[in-house]
């Protein structure tokens, strides 16, 4: 089978996914992120009333229309405590932010443009506006207006329109659930006193915490020996629990230890395409197993969370009905480049300001695909196409940034 191209890849992946449109309700604390299954509409008018805007007096704009107009002080307004009369001819009414304009009253007039005077009067010191700081009964939304369409992804200032619009939960798309299991007689956990021939397992936590950072839920199917009835029995597992993917990390190859594949292929996977024309990454397995997706990883932990950036990240997102992560962007070489072979590279690179705001991509000097090191302090990806020629300094490459905040 020859290698196949990222984007081909990539696209043949997400073509073949659909939005996961099965509904739940959660409530409101937990709808952070989550997508709207429905349109959501308001279950009352915001606000409910006629509202001061400002601490002031609530008076009749005809009795106050200019500086000097003096006036009765009969009462007073605050949140949650209105005043009950009616504002009449000469009178006004002391109210402050939040509270009910009352009956009778037009228009506010602010504190600091009144003068004190014996008596609970007041005398106006600066010219009124009619309708002046009050927001009217309904200014922000009606009952019953739709607010927030099917499909919104819920963040800090949706939930508070929500929750201003009386709902304790929300009707949202379930969150795909990934199933993780990680292959190898040598993997042992983190905490574990590992033999002569063994080493820590890793890549588990790196793409568990992808996945759930891409709108996932995850099942941890542990650690099992290269074994395939062990590998069976957790995929049984996967497929109890109803995952939407499985993902498996290292085995996917064909040597004589990688039993991943085949016990797949037992099991009745359908294999879609394998082997990537990528570095790291290029023992990528992509299948289907009924209706879950089968995404077999590569061992070294490198060439894992490359690979879950470029493929798990978006079919999560895609069956989360949420926006792809804009991750691409361009940088210019902060060093020469030497022409590329037939496999697209992703290099581990770091970014530094210019001095005229660019920004500046420079490859780690070792790029093995088992050093989680240089990963963790790699700020981007630059991407080398198949055949790409020499690049020299100052050119513009492609990046993957691995932080989106970073290029703003």
């Not at 996945?211 to 020996?225: E, F, M």
């Not at 197993?289 to 978006?314: K, T």
């Amino acid at each position: 089978m020859s290698l196949l191209p990222v984007a081909e890849a990539q696209a043949r992946l997400l073509d073949s996914a659909a939005p996961i449109h099965r509904v739940e309700s959660v409530p409101l604390d937990m709808a952070e992120s989550r997508v709207l299954a429905k349109d959501l509409t308001a279950r009352l008018t915001q606000p409910p009333f006629d509202a001061s805007a400002m601490d002031g007096y609530a008076l009749r704009f005809d009795d106050a229309a200019l500086p000097g107009s003096e006036l009765q002080v009969i009462g007073a307004s605050a949140a949650g405590h209105a005043f009950e009369g009616t504002v009449g001819k000469g009178e006004a009414v002391r109210i402050f932010t939040g509270a009910p304009v009352p009956a009778g009253a037009d228009s506010v007039l602010l504190q600091e443009d009144a003068e004190r005077l014996e008596s609970d009067r007041i005398r106006t010191t600066y010219p009124l506006r009619k309708g002046q700081h009050i927001r009217p009964r309904g200014q922000d939304f009606l009952e019953g207006e739709s607010v927030l369409p099917a499909g919104t992804v819920m963040d800090f200032s949706r939930l508070t329109v929500a929750a201003a619009m009386n709902h304790p939960a929300l009707d949202v798309y379930r969150r795909p659930l990934v199933a993780i299991l990680a292959t190898g007689d040598e993997l042992v956990a983190p905490g574990s006193e590992p033999g002569p021939s063994q080493i820590i397992a890793s890549n588990t936590f790196g793409i568990a915490a992808l996945a759930r950072n891409a709108g996932a839920h995850v099942l941890d199917l542990g650690i099992v020996a290269d074994d395939s009835n062990e590998i069976t029995a957790a995929i049984g597992r996967a497929q109890v629990a109803k995952a939407d993917i499985i993902v498996t990390l290292g085995g996917a190859s064909v040597g004589d230890h990688d039993l991943v594949q085949a016990t797949m292929v037992a099991a009745g996977m359908k294999l879609d395409f394998w082997r990537i024309a990528m570095r790291p990454g290029k023992p990528l397995m992509v299948g289907s197993l009924g209706d879950m997706y089968v995404l077999g990883l590569p061992g070294n932990p490198v060439s894992s969370l490359v690979c879950g950036l470029l493929f798990l990240e978006p079919l999560i997102r895609k069956l989360a009905s949420l926006p792809p992560v804009k991750r691409e962007g361009f940088a210019r070489a902060a060093v020469s480049f030497a022409a590329n072979d037939q496999r697209q590279d992703y290099m581990r690179a770091t970014l530094t300001k210019a001095a005229d705001g660019g920004w500046l991509a420079e490859p780690f000097s070792k790029q093995d695909s088992s050093m989680m090191k240089v990963f963790s302090r790699a700020d981007c990806l630059v991407i080398r196409p198949p055949h790409a020629p020499q690049l020299d300094v100052g050119s513009p490459t492609p990046v993957i940034v691995l932080r989106p905040d970073l290029l703003g």
